[in-house]
């Protein structure tokens, strides 16, 4: 078995390999384009959130009644509220270089743990924070113009919205049993 | 060998890529079966080693320390790969219990040995394949535990059924001898 285990080790050492050199231009453009990804990844959530924000704060200044400025600025407390807690919960962190693979594959495990736990509770920092504006909104329009027909309109928004929420939610609970299936091979595989 | 006193990162980049160069080839080949996606895996691994000199302090070998980079960059590859390929991977136990696809009939060469080799590697899970590489370069007990994490005992019973299992995979004398 022993002359078998050499051959094994010497197939694989003298396998034809095509000796291919790296420049120091190479390596330090993709290491920068590492880092502008990096960066360009932590901007990028916030980028969409300050247009939103930027837009709804319009809404408030040009809005003339008070309740319209409630309800925007309810919308933006909220957008607040969902920036801080997805850079809480759900900002990527780059592995810690020079670990062993047992602890690389831990820490990669604790990611996607972390992960998950972000995608499963979406609807407490995400989907409930968002509920206020909308519920404002309806009640205070019902009341404005108490007419059915108001009444039959402001029904179908808010069942519109309550789609989309089911849609965000059914999406981060596929993500998260995903998610799982992975955490799982790691746990198999320490 | 690479001196151990620290020097620049450029300087300690220069000289893992000259010495391991080759093996960071092979090691790129048992992560990616893709020639183009391997390719950039190789760039992406010596990227990651060029950056890590610039934390290495020393405290392991450098031996150590370039092996350690690349199998975690190799994993996350992978890893990041089974995001969108849903493939299983499969520990060491799985792979001893394949039929053995070699019995009755010589194995056409050294190629087909390689081929049949990296494929085996390529379904392991990345513990497991980071043990099964170490054993293929040539790396002891020792310097394979301090790469993987592993105890010294864990790492011996894994290498003994690596052993088994490629002498099982590639008996009839299919190990790349033409």
Known sequence: ?190 | MIPAEAGSQNELYQAAAKVYGAALERLARAYEADADLRRDLLQEIHVALWRSFSVFDGRCSLRTWVYRVAHNAGASHVLRQRRTHQHELVGLEQLENLPDENSGEQTAGRRHALDRLLSLIQRLNPIDRHVILSYLEGLDAAAISEITGLSAANVATKTHRIKNMLARQFQQGGSGRD
């Open chain 1, 1 to 190: 078995m022993t002359e078998q285990q050499d051959s094994m080790q010497m197939l694989w050492q003298n396998q034809p390999v095509e000796g291919i050199q790296i420049s120091a231009e190479t390596i330090e453009k993709r290491a920068a384009r590492f880092e502008g990804r990096i960066r360009w990844r932590n901007v990028r959530e916030y980028v969409a959130s300050l247009i939103a924000a930027a837009l709804l704060g319009y809404f408030t200044v040009i809005s003339h009644d008070v309740l319209s400025r409630v309800v925007f600025g309810l919308f933006i407390a909220s957008l607040a509220w969902v920036v801080v807690q997805l850079h809480r919960r759900g900002s990527s962190k780059s592995m810690p270089t020079g670990l062993d693979t047992r602890s690389s594959l831990r820490w990669y495990r604790a990611e996607l743990e972390r992960q998950r736990a972000a995608v499963l509770s979406v609807w407490s920092w995400y989907l409930i924070p968002m509920a206020p504006g909308f519920v404002v909104d309806t009640v205070g329009k019902a009341i404005q113009s108490p007419h059915p027909a108001t009444w039959a309109r402001l029904l179908l928004m808010d069942a519109f919205g309550a789609a989309a929420f089911l849609l965000v939610w059914k999406i981060n609970v596929r993500a998260a049993r995903c998610l799982g299936r992975m955490i799982d091979e790691l746990k198999t595989a320490e």
